[in-house]
């Protein structure tokens, strides 16, 4: 069975830090397009952040990018997700997603997510 | 990066159907078919329904069917159940660069 568990997800001051970890189970995120989506209370669904299988090509959602960088620990088979300066509108569920080029990247794995509260 | 159009709500009592929207612009779908569409109950994640405009993975019920017509996808559930009632999501990328967008999200409620 696939699978993804987040992790790492807490209370933190604005100003913050936090680094979110990701791992899988039952397939090898090198042959995969791994990426973060963030969800606030009540509110919709938000891409955050991607990372080619081989780690070549990164990209980021606008209201992230410069605060955020995503990584992958091959060894591991897991990706990581480091949140810096984090601001009051940061909070969110953090989901940890799969795209399947067999779906035109579509999103078919997705965890169960790692809730970030940014409080002062 | 602006979030692709959703009605908030829509609905529609057992048996009947409804069709979601989704509306961008030419460069949030970029002239390709990566348009998908996810269901998510609350408290759940969300869980994939419709890859490449109009394909459906293995296990989701034909009821559920996707078009895009210009800049509008839309997605239509046929013969409502009451299992029907989440929220749907939409999502595209577009362009190398591979930035992905998701649609506001709407509210299904079977009467």
């Known amino acids: ?120 | 990066q602006s979030a692709l159009t959703q009605p908030p709500s829509a609905s529609g009592s057992p048996g009947q159907s409804v069709t979601i929207s989704c509306t961008g612009t030419s460069s949030d779908f970029g002239g390709y078919d990566y348009v998908s569409w996810y269901q998510q109950y609350p408290g759940k994640a969300p869980k994939l329904l419709v890859f490449e405009v109009n394909k459906r993975p293995s296990g989701v019920p034909d009821r559920f069917s996707g078009s895009k017509s210009g800049n509008t996808a839309s997605l239509t559930v046929s013969g409502l159940q009451a299992e029907d009632e989440a929220d749907y999501y939409c999502s595209s990328f577009a362009g190398g660069d591979m930035l992905y967008v998701f649609g506001t999200g709407t509210t299904v409620t079977v009467l």
């Open chain 1, 1 to 120: 069975e696939m699978r993804l568990v987040e992790s790492g997800g807490g209370l933190v001051q604005p100003g913050g830090s936090l680094r979110l970890s990701c791992a899988a189970s039952g397939f090898s995120m090198r042959d995969y397009w791994m990426h973060w989506v963030r969800q606030g209370p009540g509110k919709g669904l938000v891409w955050v952040a991607r990372i080619k299988g081989d780690g070549s090509s990164l990209a980021y959602g606008d209201s992230v990018k410069g605060r955020f960088t995503i990584s992958r620990d091959t060894a591991k088979n897991t990706v990581d997700l480091q949140v810096n300066s984090l601001r009051l509108d940061d909070t969110a569920l953090y989901y940890c997603v799969r795209a399947n080029c067999r779906n035109k990247n579509a999103f078919d794995v997705w965890g169960q997510g790692t809730m970030v509260t940014v409080s002062s």
